[in-house]
């Protein structure tokens, strides 16, 4: 069964917003129950298209804010849920759209397949008050933000998140669950913020070091972060941490990482 209703089909999707519209009923109510669970007194939905998971998210009564980069869905949006004094409609661009509310928010979002990470990566570093996300994303993103030391999956992304969050993938969709389908699988994951996280405030350092560290998988962390520091400081960095001279970022675990990023900052 699926929910290409009559609002779904009047919104074309189109490539350069990077539109795929769930259609898969069991999908959408699994999504919804889970953002709903989370009891923040808001909520905020990221690429609502249609409307498809927005329908079930006011229904629960709590203010919705939907950020969108489509007019013709903001505009659909407006007209369908104008009876809804709780709904708020915004265009923009949630990767660096103002958010014109307190929160926290409970957060969901089928996102835009060409903006997933950097929307992802703006919740991860700036100081957005959220309890709870649930992404849907391509299952490549997904696995990448899962992946563990010495997979190929693993990287920047992965170490920021698992060091902020709490994460599980809840569901895993086959292209029939979109309109139009795509060419990849889909996962969607659930997000909770980590009691023990780096540092808001910390993070974006923390990112730059990663992204350092990982700019040439097959260097080693020293030779990666010559342009930081001499080579002589990155071997005296590595080894306060118990780590051998020649090592590569990806054999790095994340707790690893996060004592090496308190350990740079003292230098």
């Excluded at 919705?64 to 915004?90: E, G, I, M, S, Y």
């Excluded at 696995?143 to 998140?161: C, F, H, I, N, T």
């Excluded at 993938?169 to 669950?177: N, R, T």
Aim: glycine fraction near 8%; charge should be positive.
């Amino acid at each position: 069964m699926d929910v290409a209703g009559p609002q779904t089909l009047k919104l074309i999707p189109k490539k350069r917003f990077g539109q795929h519209f769930l259609i898969q009923d069991s999908a959408v109510r699994a999504i919804v129950e889970a953002a709903l669970a989370c009891r923040a007194p808001q909520l905020l939905e990221i690429g609502p298209g249609a409307g498809v998971l927005t329908e079930g998210l006011l229904a629960d009564g709590r203010p919705l804010w939907a950020v969108d980069l489509d007019p013709a869905a903001v505009q659909l949006l407006a007209a369908r849920f104008q009876d809804r004094p709780q709904f708020h409609p915004v265009l923009g661009d949630a990767a660096k759209a103002a958010l014109d509310a307190p929160g926290p928010f409970s957060v969901v979002g089928n996102l835009p397949y060409n903006a997933a990470t950097a929307i992802l990566t703006r919740f991860l570093v700036q100081p957005i008050p959220w309890q709870r996300m649930v992404f849907m994303f391509q299952l490549e993103v997904a696995r990448k933000l899962m992946g563990r030391p010495g997979e190929k999956d693993y990287g920047p992304l992965s170490v920021l998140a698992q060091l902020a969050c709490r994460m599980s993938q809840l569901l895993k969709l086959g292209p029939g669950a979109f309109r139009p389908a795509p060419r990849v699988d889909s996962a969607v994951v659930l997000f909770e913020p980590r009691a023990d996280a780096v540092p808001l405030e910390a993070r974006p350092a923390l990112l730059a070091l990663l992204h350092a560290g990982f700019a040439h998988r097959r260097k080693t962390l020293v030779n990666n972060w010559l342009d930081r520091m001499s080579a002589g400081a990155a071997r005296d960095l590595l080894a306060a941490a118990g780590l051998p001279p020649n090592v590569r970022a990806e054999a790095v675990p994340p707790g690893t990482w996060r004592a090496l990023f308190a350990l740079q900052s003292r230098l």
